[in-house]
């Protein structure tokens, strides 16, 4: 038995510990009756994750009152009405403050349940189990809940920090290897924006990660956890330095929306095109080498993730990718602004970015591959 990692946010009172080892479902009852004095617990969770990770959890909190609610899987869960109807079988199972919930699956989850843990009663305490790659090391750490509406994605929400966090990295033996990669694009981001040394130990132990060595998954995640949690304990609600967290990314909802979110292009697949595309306008504006484009195309390469839109089946439109990327969000005063980089592992946070440079770039990587 080996012992499990843990990484601090620190949140002021809210602080929370995230735990990541083997055989971390088995040690719930105890991680958890430290966290919290609650003794009912609803677990939510989505119709793909298997039956034995709910039982070993009821199992390991023996004498509490427990309940199951089921969504179904996928990012459809996160609409208004079915987060309505999970409240409603939320209160059936008669919640009081005292009344914690689980969340246990991957970013749908984790995010309609925070959320839902954040208004209950004018909020109750919540615990994450992420059981995607993608949630283990992105949206179990920060706070962000939310559902969409048809304006967008994640426009309805609030921060709301979970109690705890239990990452147990034998979750990820049944995830299917496409969403397994998608969350390693999140892993390779964090080495890109500040940590060239995690960058170059990522390159060296890719076989390792690929193989889902133990050793090397534990070292992934507790990586990109301590990252993420120290720039979100500078910025909580992102008015500066949690920025960097969206390199690759405005490019990466563009391309997203475009794809129509169909299945074609999942989310992790879509940053790993757009930090291609960040690395591509760096370079464009004179901040970042050829050779840094190259190494990081290479290693995306290797991982077996898409750097060009055309490696998916769709047909793309620059002027309406450039649309898509002025309405996003990261947009402020009608300009672009855009998480740059002057090599790998020193990410920046530029505004004023001009639209043709951006087009010019989204038309290079469409046609360049
Ligand atoms: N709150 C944040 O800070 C934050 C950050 C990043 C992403 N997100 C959100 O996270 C969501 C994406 O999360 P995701 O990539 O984890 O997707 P997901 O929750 O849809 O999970 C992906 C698929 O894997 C299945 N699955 C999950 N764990 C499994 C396991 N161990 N074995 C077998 N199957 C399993 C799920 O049922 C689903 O079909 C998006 O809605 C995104 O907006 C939130
Ligand atoms: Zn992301």
Known sequence: VTIADKVTVQMGKRTYDIIIGSAVLESAGVYISAATSANHFVIITDNNIPESYISTIKCALNKARIDVVKIAAGESSKSFSCFNSLLDSIFETLPDRNTTLIALGGGVVGD?????????LRGIDFIQIPTTLLSQVDSSVGGKTGINNKFGKNLIGSFYQPKLVLIDIDTLKTLPKREFLAGYAEVVKYGLINDKAFFNWLDDNLDDILSMQPAALKKIITTSCKSKAEIVAQDEKESGVR??????????????????????????EAVSIGMVMAFCLSNRLGFCSDKDIDVVK?????????IYPSEIKKIWDVDLLLEAMKQDKKVSDGMLVFILV??????????????????????QNIINS
Do not use: C, M, W
């Open 342 to 363: 002057k090599s790998i592992g020193d990410a920046f946070i530029q505004k004023n970015v001009a639209a043709n440079v951006v087009r010019d770039t989204i038309l």
């Open 112 to 120: 309609i349940v925070g959320f839902a843990a954040s208004v209950i």
């Open 243 to 268: 920025a960097l967290l969206n390199l690759g990314h405005t490019f990466a909802h563009a391309l997203e929306h475009q794809a129509g979110y169909d299945g074609s292009l999942v989310h992790g």
């Open 298 to 306: 290479h290693h995306l390469v290797r991982s077996g993730l898409p």
